[in-house]
C-alpha cells in the first residue's frame, strides 16, 4: 500500500529550461522559477495545509480522498462514463448510483 504526502522544498528543481532571451533574463527567469514561483502557490511553510491558497488547498484535498481510498480494501466497484467524464464509485451498490 502507498500512501501520498507533501513536502516542501526551498528549492525547485528545474529541468529542460529551454530559454531562448538575453543570458541574463534566461537566468533570472530561470532563478524566479525555482526559488518564488511556489510561493504563488505554497506560502505558509509552517502553517497548517487548509491555511494554504485555494490551488494547494485542492491538491491537498485531492491527495487526502486519494489516501483515504487507498487505506480501505475496495469490495466493489462501478465505473460509470457520461460523455467524456469517467467516474469510479467503490463500496457502494449500483443501485445507489
Known amino acids: ?56 488547498r485542492q491538491l491537498l484535498g485531492v491527495m487526502s480522498y486519494i489516501n483515504h481510498f487507498n487505506a480501505q480494501e475496495i469490495e466493489t466497484m462501478h465505473p460509470v462514463v457520461k460523455g467524456e467524464t469517467l467516474a469510479y464509485f467503490f463500496n457502494c451498490n449500483q443501485q445507489s448510483i
Not at 24 to 47: A, G, M, R
Request: hydrophobic share 30%; proline share 2%.
Open 1 to 56: 500500500m502507498w500512501h501520498t504526502h507533501l513536502e516542501i522544498s526551498e528549492r525547485t528543481k528545474v529541468e529542460k529550461f529551454n530559454c531562448k532571451g538575453d543570458a541574463d533574463w534566461c537566468y533570472q527567469v530561470k532563478l524566479y522559477l525555482e526559488t518564488e514561483f511556489k510561493k504563488s502557490f505554497i506560502n505558509f511553510k509552517h502553517e497548517h495545509g487548509f491555511d494554504q491558497p485555494t490551488a494547494m
